[in-house]
């Protein structure tokens, strides 16, 4: 006769039965949420849901004015504010974004105008879309083009909590992006870049064309070069790099250990140095979109509006190597042993780490009539840039950071490798500086960089759009639709370039009739 169960069986019994559910529920939802095959998701040119229509508006957020971004997907208001603040000083902002708490620290006003002058920054390393032991699609996603997720290295802000947007994705948070952030600060700040080195590969920062000392008062190096002015930064590894720029200007911080792939990886990110001026607190950190929100106070003397633009482009056969393993040494090996740079072919070419279409929603130059606009541009990839914007001939005044005696104004200006080019952008319709209001193409004009992997509408294409011809959404008003672009399917050959227009003379089997 079999006796009763006990209680402690009984309930021994029933949270094996509960742990059973959960681990089956869990291995269900994995399965569910599980991201979709990179190359089948079709988006809408400006999806609704990725950016609040708020982030668009000119506002204040504790005590800090930040101008006006109709783009589709602007930066977000409160990390602008944070970065003005300091995360030290910031609070209700800080806690709307993922920066640590010393992410940017803003010390004493040296010179007694009104300012901070002491500013300390912490970057670390982060990579994009590389393998996963545990995933079948790439770890911290980050789209570069319709259904194209090359593997990459970024100088990111020190962060807290989650890499992904959320618990169930596997997005990387906007805050971990290409480019690199643009750094701001002012002429005389004392300024310590903390380079916390969290990837499994050793890395520097060098400050390149930037004022800085070979070394610093403690004797250990400042350049970046490992083996020459100091040691590489190990993983696990900090090391503070110290500045006080003597000039303003436009300059260019890198990697520089393996240089020929660690730039090309995504190490590197533009500096600005702005006039001292009293009450001159700035933006530090310029992460993602181009447009400057909270602007110098030389910037709001000249100039209406003011873009950061970074060019850079990329070979799918270096940024795939982080994808098919990641082991450190066998990653080393092909990466600085096996791949030839002298034998690379650009597949990829963006401006501020999209390409078009995406870049449409991200690095618009959006313009008024009778404005001037400021443009700063940096090429780190590894070919001249050859930067073309239809309807308006810019005016060169700054090349790598120096004043030109005699600026120069043209319609095609060449921007060799690690090169930084200052524009005043005039739109005043005269017939030189602007053609009039429009939708204006803005791209390199070296052909292959207004493709994507060979197709085009492709590349580091751009534009420069009036308010006038910007629908509500931020997105250009085309007389054609954008919408196939956005489909991975283009960029994978799969569409008839013009098989819509005239399906029987240009269509295939696939093509809609």
């Known amino acids: 006769m079999l006796k009763p169960l006990s209680g402690r069986l009984i309930g021994i019994i029933i949270l094996g039965s509960l742990f059973s559910i959960v681990v089956a529920l869990a291995l269900f939802f994995r399965q569910e949420t599980r991201p979709p095959a990179l190359a089948d998701t079709i988006e809408s040119p400006c999806p609704e849901a990725e950016t609040p229509d708020q982030w668009r508006l000119a506002q204040t957020i504790e005590g800090i004015a ?66 996963s032991a545990d995933l079948e699609t790439p770890a911290l996603q980050f789209q570069i083009a319709p259904g194209i997720y090359p593997g990459l290295w970024v100088f990111s802000p020190k962060t807290r909590g989650m890499a992904t947007t959320d618990f169930l994705s596997n997005k990387a948070h906007a805050v971990l992006r ?46 970046g070069v490992p083996m020459v002015s100091e040691m590489p930064v190990l993983p696990g590894q900090a090391k503070r790099y110290r500045l006080a720029p003597r000039h303003p200007g436009t300059f260019f911080y890198h990697c520089h250990v393996q240089p020929q792939t660690h730039i090309l990886m995504g190490l590197a990110g533009m500096i600005v140095v702005e006039k001292n001026q009293p009450n001159n607190r700035l933006q530090t950190l310029n992460i993602g979109a181009g447009r400057v929100r909270h602007r110098s106070a030389a910037s709001r003397e000249s100039y209406d509006r003011e873009f950061d633009l970074h060019y850079q482009e990329m070979d799918h056969r270096l940024h795939s190597l982080i994808q098919e393993t990641d082991q450190p040494a066998l990653l080393a090996k092909r990466m600085n042993r096996e791949y030839k740079i002298a034998e690379r072919t650009p597949n990829y070419y963006l401006v501020n780490g999209r390409s078009f279409p995406l870049s449409l929603r991200e690095s618009l130059v959006v313009v008024a009539p009778n404005e001037r606009i400021k443009l700063r541009v940096l090429n780190s990839g590894a070919s001249t840039n050859y930067l073309h914007p239809h309807g308006h001939k810019p005016t060169v005044t700054h090349l790598d950071g120096v004043p030109l005696d005699q600026p120069i104004t043209r319609d095609v200006i060449a921007i060799g490798p690690a090169q ?79 098989g819509k227009l005239l399906p029987h003379l240009y269509g295939d089997e696939n093509t809609q009739h």
Request: charged content about 20%; hydrophobic content about 35%.
């Open 178 to 223: 290409l480019p690199s952030p643009v750094i701001r600060v002012e002429q005389g700040d004392e300024v310590t870049i903390i380079l916390e080195n969290s990837h499994y590969f050793p890395h520097t920062i060098h400050l390149h064309g930037i004022d800085h000392p070979f070394l610093q008062s403690d004797g250990s190096g400042n350049d």
């Open 66 to 131: 930040i101008e006006a971004d109709p783009s589709c997907h602007p930066d977000d208001p409160h990390l602008v504010a944070a970065s003005v603040l300091g995360t030290n000083h910031s609070i209700a902002s800080l806690m709307q974004t993922r920066l640590a708490r010393d992410a940017i620290v803003k010390g004493r006003d040296l010179d007694s105008d009104g300012d901070p002058d002491e500013i300390e920054i912490r970057l670390e390393v982060t990579e994009l879309n590389g393998h």
């Open 420 to 498: 930084r080019v200052d524009l005043d952008l005039i739109t005043a319709d005269d017939g030189r500086h602007s053609y009039g209001q429009g939708v204006w193409l803005m791209h390199d004009h070296h052909e292959p960089a207004v493709t994507t992997n060979g197709i085009n509408p492709g590349g580091d294409v751009s534009m420069i759009v009036y308010e006038s011809h910007l629908q509500s959404n931020g997105m250009p008003k085309t007389h054609g639709s954008l919408e196939m672009f956005f489909d991975p399917a283009y960029y994978r050959g799969e569409i008839p370039v013009w």
